[in-house]
């Protein structure tokens, strides 16, 4: 008998993240460990009216790619895989890591490769996803988590304990799931409508953080998992066409930054009109830098976002849970989201993560601030305004 709360998941993302209509092509892509959360939304899509498509693909053809691959073949741009973007009605995807370390000695350079050879998927992906809801053409999209070993080790909890993590964090612990994430909705909605029309966001720390990101005519989206499940973020992205360029400052980010495997610690960007002029990490700065020269778009920011999921308080190396921890930033260099306002295009989308929390034991007032258009809505990760998103 499976977990019941991947039914609840099942039914979250088939009938209110991505909306499942009849008749619509629903492409579902996990590792084969997922099979018990495969079932739950192959059988969803079913009870939907959907044509249900599985592919599983074990991680480990990823290691053998690497390893074997030759450089025309790492640059190979699949048709098959472009024909799937270009054509499906709904793309639901599981992470499901068995070893989240196992690329971690493949050669940046063949990642790199690799990498910017998606750019022609990504663009059409990023097109398609920002087509309004009623558009036969737009692509509906989300991305989960199943829970393995391998990522509860990475959090540093047994699988139980992690799993407990995952779930809650999408609120499968509730009764109806779907009703939580509307009132999520409703209170994202409010911070979208105060920074809709503002012009510029300003976000500083105490441990060095000082950056300035022009938003003036782009578009916030209120993300309450339609894309992403869990879910928790109000995202947009800078405007690169602004007489200063767009983004400019400093800013160190707060935990190590995950891609491909590699753990980059320390993290540290310049930025100048937009784009990253400086790189530095403690650890992995090679990996950072060729991840950052893989095309001409990968030193542009991309995004921009505040985590607004305050189910999520600690750090667990994964992307889909660190970027929404509530009371954080994330902003992510390469590609951007055409919906935002920002049509940057590259193969890359690293998002990394900047706490706004003060230090544990730190007094109030030791945190980070988030300013818009000269008046603070954020301090020490807290939302001033009531009826925003916080602690429960």
């Known amino acids: 008998m499976r977990d019941p709360r ?20 629903v492409l579902i892509k996990a590792d084969p460990v997922a099979v018990p959360a495969i079932e739950a939304i192959y059988e969803a899509v079913l009870r ?7 592919r599983c693909v074990p991680d480990s053809l990823n290691d053998i790619f690497y390893e074997i691959a030759s450089d025309d073949q790492l640059k190979h741009v699949s048709p098959m895989a472009l024909h799937d973007i270009e054509t499906i009605d709904v793309s639901i995807g599981l992470w499901a890591e068995t070893n989240t370390k196992a690329l ?16 022609p998927i990504m663009k059409v992906f990023m097109e398609r996803a920002s087509l309004e809801k009623d558009d036969p053409r737009k692509l509906h999209w989300c991305g989960t988590l199943y829970p393995t070993q391998s990522s509860a080790q990475d959090a540093e909890m047994s699988l139980r304990q992690y799993e407990d993590f995952v779930f809650n964090a999408g609120h499968l612990d509730k009764d109806d799931p779907v009703a939580e994430w509307r009132k999520i909705e409703a209170r994202q909605q409010q911070v979208v ?49 602004a007489p200063d360029g767009g983004v400019n400052g400093v ?34 700065l090679d990996f950072l830098t060729q991840m950052l020269d893989q095309d001409p778009g990968a030193r ?14 600690r750090y667990s190396k994964n992307t889909l849970f660190d970027e929404k921890i509530g009371g954080t930033f994330h902003a992510a260099v390469g590609a951007g989201y055409p919906e935002s306002g920002n049509s940057n295009e590259s193969g890359l989308h690293w998002d990394m993560v900047c706490d706004l929390r003060p230090p544990e034991g730190g007094a109030a007032g030791s ?18 305004f009531d009826g925003w998103p916080g602690p429960t």
């Open 48 to 54: 939907a009216g959907g044509h249900p498509v599985v």
């Open 104 to 119: 971690s000695q493949i050669d940046p350079k063949r990642q790199g490769l690799a990498s910017a050879s998606r750019q």
């Open 300 to 313: 542009n920011l991309g995004e921009i976002a505040i985590g607004t999921n305050y189910n999520i308080q």
């Open 367 to 384: 945190g980070g601030t988030i300013t818009v258009d000269g008046e603070v809505i954020s301090q020490d990760g807290r939302f001033v």
């Open 6 to 25: 991947l039914d609840k998941l099942a039914r979250v993302i088939v009938d209110y993240s991505v909306g499942v209509k009849p008749g619509q092509n």
């Open 251 to 284: 800013v160190k980010y707060s935990f190590p930054a995950v891609h491909h495997g590699r753990e980059v610690h320390d993290i540290e960007l310049t930025f100048e009109r937009g784009r990253v002029v400086d790189a530095r990490a403690s650890r992995n």
């Open 193 to 241: 409508d105060y920074l809709n029309g503002k012009k510029q966001v300003h976000f500083k720390t105490p441990n060095g953080t000082d950056l300035t990101v022009n938003v003036e005519g782009m578009t916030w989206i209120n993300c309450a998992g339609h894309e992403n499940f869990p879910d928790g973020e109000v995202f947009t992205g800078p405007n690169l066409n």
